[in-house]
């Protein structure tokens, strides 16, 4: 009866308690996010219906406000579903938002920008000079920041809000197809000067269009015929124009890498791989054969090879600060850490990740980059400091020899996770066979799962094999036998005025010159 209140448990009041403000508490915060989507919408559709008003009517303005909202809104939902990482990050929705905008913005500028050329040109009126917007321009830099789906349905919201602004059905399809072949002239672009061929690419296929819609509307064989060449060739060099323009800006300001940016830091002369390379040339070289290892596999299970690679370079900068304590560094046969207790060289180790993650934003590296960077490791255990903490102590906790993490949450970084593992285990290697190396490939890559370290990121047990067969060839690729040369003399007459020069037996292909004789009675 003590323990009663009213006939109910008193225990259960502050659970019911905790649990009521619990549930408050979630639905204010999704009511919160929900309200906020809303005020998002409404101002895109504000903003888009005010861009393509003509004059002044209040029913059109309401109507392709609603429509804007609309259409938005389902373009939204298709990228939460199936690119649920960019909707989680508020500026990437913002950008997205934004390019909507500025994309029937600058349509809108260039609509009055053509007019006035073609009336100045003498070109007659009518919708030709609809055919110079350089809509696609939106398409393209959404391929260059987020990916060929979020470009496709950006095309498509985008061709449908200018067959509203235009009062025409046959704009929606010209700017859908220049708008896909925008984006597809992107993808995997790795050059700035690839965006002059992208623009060059929708020239082409906006004449097609154009003289499909002067076909269809009977002006092909018209004095409109030649303007709407014109200003479809036009907007294509409009399109190449802008988007070199625009794409840095945007790289600055959102802080976004693209391929084009990733290329740069592929520079083996960029300041932190020459003080890699100085001070931790261990670690370079190791990082360079990463670097082929996560690219082959990248390419081999559909991932942004060139991320892969660049992650590769820069997965051990952080090593820069200490590099005599990590192996690869090491000449000679004294190891700094056989003089520390296992648990001081675990804190040596899992401090390369954070002096790296310190490095890299000093530096100014991509998020992708850093992120990457900071996930290579994950979670795993340092077996070998564990093994040796049990070994003299009897005991040891397990969590204090783990790598803090997070654990990989993308492809790309388990693909840098693999690689590295792989790269260091095969180098201790005796005899690095084909079939030592594929059985010792299995044995890591399997262990990393088993451990859970790739459980957080979208690796198909299919990929996981590609994986495995690509390190393999590789790594045999590096580590093939070579032959052993025989020992050569030759020795030249001295009346031809030839000397003599001795070859010394060498292996894996290297010189074993030796500086010729000189006959020092025959100097000056």
């Given at each position: 009866m003590k323990d009663?209140?009213?006939?109910i448990p008193k225990s259960s009041i502050p659970r019911s308690l905790k649990e009521a403000r619990a549930l408050l508490a979630a639905l204010k915060e999704k009511y919160a996010a929900q309200s906020a989507s809303i005020s998002f919408l409404s101002c895109l559709g504000f903003l888009s219906a005010l861009i393509i008003q003509e004059g002044l009517n209040p029913s059109f303005f309401v109507g392709s406000f609603f429509m804007s909202i609309v259409v938005y809104f389902i373009f939204f939902k298709d990228i939460k579903r199936y690119k649920p990482a960019f909707i989680n990050e508020q500026k990437m929705v913002f950008l997205l938002g934004l390019l909507l905008v500025?994309?029937?913005?600058?349509?809108?500028?260039?609509?009055?920008?053509?007019?006035?050329?073609?009336?100045?040109?003498?070109?007659?009126d009518g919708m030709t000079a609809m055919f110079g917007t350089p809509i696609p321009v939106g398409a393209m830099l959404v391929a260059l920041i987020f990916d060929f789906h979020a470009a496709l349905m950006f095309s498509l919201v985008i061709s449908l809000i200018t067959g509203v602004w235009f009062h025409n059905p046959y704009i929606p399809v010209y700017v859908f197809i220049g708008s896909l072949t925008a984006a597809f002239s992107v993808i995997r672009c790795k050059k700035r000067s690839a965006l002059i061929r992208g623009g060059f690419y929708v020239s082409v296929v906006n004449i097609v269009t154009t003289g499909i819609i002067l076909l269809l509307t009977s002006n092909l064989f018209t004095e409109a015929a030649p303007a709407g060449i014109f200003f479809a060739v036009a907007s294509g060099f409009f399109i190449m124009a802008l988007v070199s323009i625009m794409l840095p800006v945007i790289e600055y300001f959102f802080s976004i890498s693209t391929d084009i940016s990733l290329l740069e830091l592929?520079?083996?002369?960029?300041?932190?791989?020459?003080?890699?390379?100085?001070?931790?040339?261990?670690?370079?070289?190791h990082s360079i054969i990463v670097g082929n290892l996560a690219e082959a596999a990248a390419e081999a299970v559909g991932a942004n090879p060139l991320l892969s690679r660049v992650t590769a370079y820069y997965h051990d900068i952080g090593k820069i600060k200490m590099p005599e304590y990590f192996v690869e560094n090491q000449q000679g046969a004294i190891n700094r850490h056989e003089r520390l207790a296992p648990h001081m060289s675990a804190m040596i180790l899992v401090s390369h990740v954070k002096e790296g993650t310190e490095l890299a934003k000093q530096y100014k590296l991509p998020k992708s980059v850093i992120d990457i960077l900071q996930q290579h490791h994950g979670t795993r255990l340092m077996s070998f400091f564990y093994q040796k903490a049990k070994d003299q102590s009897g005991a040891a906790n397990l969590d204090e020899y783990r790598y803090p993490g997070p654990k990989p949450q993308t492809r790309v970084a388990a693909l840098v996770m693999m690689a590295d593992a792989v790269e260091a285990a095969a180098r201790a290697l005796t005899d690095p066979t084909s079939a030592r190396i594929s059985a010792l490939v299995e044995k890591i890559i399997n262990e990393i799962f088993l451990d859970g370290q790739i459980d957080e990121c979208e690796l198909t047990l299919k990929d996981m094999s590609e994986i495995k067969k690509r390190f393999t060839f590789v790594l045999t690729s590096i580590f093939h036998k070579r032959i052993e040369y025989p020992d050569i003399e030759l020795k030249a007459s001295h009346n031809r005025g030839d000397h003599s020069v001795e070859k010394t037996?060498?292996?894996?292909?290297?010189s074993g010159k030796e500086l010729p004789k000189i006959d020092k009675s025959r100097s000056a």
């Open positions: 009663m209140k009213n006939g500025a994309t029937l913005l600058t349509g809108r500028i260039f609509e009055y920008l053509n007019y006035s050329m073609g009336k100045g040109l003498g070109f007659p592929l520079d083996l002369g960029q300041p932190l791989m020459r003080s890699l390379m100085i001070n931790a040339p261990g670690t370079y070289h037996p060498h292996n894996n292909g290297n």
